[in-house]
Nanobody, 122 residues
Framework: QVQLVESGGGLVQAGGSLRLSCAAS????????MGWYRQAPGKQRELVAI???????NYADSVKGRFTISRDNAKNTVYLQMNNLKPEDTAVYYC????????????????WGQGTQVTVSS
């Protein structure tokens, strides 16, 4: 059983910072790409940032220069440092990971966290 557990969301004023964490656990053999997505009320889920297992990163234009994604492969954890937050960053943030795991034999699937609310007040 593989699961992703997120933490770090909350309420912050515009211009403030938050750090999200997402830890993967279970019968993990390897983790490929890890990323953060968000979904605001009435909108589709969108990619925020993604990081490969080699450390290459990619960001949505709306967060470039403000958000930083990183990962600790020894801890199977991905982070999202969010600075200079804006009200339009308000959303539920989800982590995602492509994980190879053992369940009778080697399998590979996309996994999602449960989501963490980030609210930025103006």
């Amino acid at each position: 059983q593989v699961q992703l557990v997120e933490s770090g969301g909350g309420l912050v004023q515009a211009g403030g910072s938050l750090r999200l964490s997402c830890a993967a656990s279970g019968s993990i053999l390897s983790i490929n790409d890890m990323g953060w997505y968000r979904q605001a009320p009435g909108k589709q889920r969108e990619l925020v940032a993604i990081i490969t297992n080699g450390g290459s990163t990619n960001y949505a234009d709306s967060v470039k220069g403000r958000f930083t994604i990183s990962r600790d492969n020894a801890k199977n954890t991905v982070y999202l440092q969010m600075n200079n937050l804006k009200p339009e960053d308000t959303a539920v943030y989800y982590c995602n990971a492509r994980i190879s795991y053992y369940n009778s034999w080697r399998r590979s699937s996309d996994f999602w966290g449960q989501g963490t609310q980030v609210t930025v007040s103006s």
